[in-house]
């Protein structure tokens, strides 16, 4: 793992835990949460890491998470400093690249960390009103009066 422009060697739990640190010492990234079927992951890191080096040459791919359980930590970053201001614009772009091949590959747009706030429009795009109303429907079900996690959708 790069840390600082260094190598460190970590091993198990340890490195998992020091990746997003890395990550940040080296720049800025565009992160993803993402889930797929485990048989498709190797076709999704296959395929996105092709359309993201086409659309952004010399893009840096940070792939890690809960493979045998789908779940996967899909970040994104350029390793010139210089280039984050116009990559961060970007992500737009990123996200819908990414977030249309996990839909493409029968996944989902989030994993663990749920839809959140940043997540919350990109979600009217992949799933369909009904999708939607029984969220809601779930949402008004289990918390009436909106006082857990106020403002998320479920």
Avoid: W
Avoid at 95 to 119: R, T, Y
């Amino acid at each position: 793992m790069l840390r600082a422009g260094r190598i460190f060697r970590c091993a198990g739990q340890q490195c998992r835990e020091n990746i997003s640190e890395a990550q940040k010492i080296e720049g800025v990234s565009i992160k993803h949460d993402i889930s797929l079927p485990v048989s498709r992951i190797p076709d999704f890191l296959k395929q996105a890491d092709a359309a993201l080096s086409k659309a952004f040459p010399g893009i840096r791919v940070v792939a890690f998470g809960h493979l045998g359980d789908g779940n996967l930590h899909y970040n994104l970053s350029k390793p010139d400093a210089l280039e984050n201001t116009a990559f961060i614009a970007a992500q737009p772009a990123v996200n819908c690249l990414v977030h249309d091949l996990v839909q493409a590959l029968n996944g989902s747009i989030s994993a663990e960390h749920g839809i959140g706030q940043l997540k919350r429009e990109e979600l009217l795009r992949y799933k369909s009103p009904v999708e939607l109303a029984l969220m809601r429907s779930i949402k008004q079900a289990l918390d009436p009066l909106g006082l857990m996690n106020p403002g998320k959708i479920l």
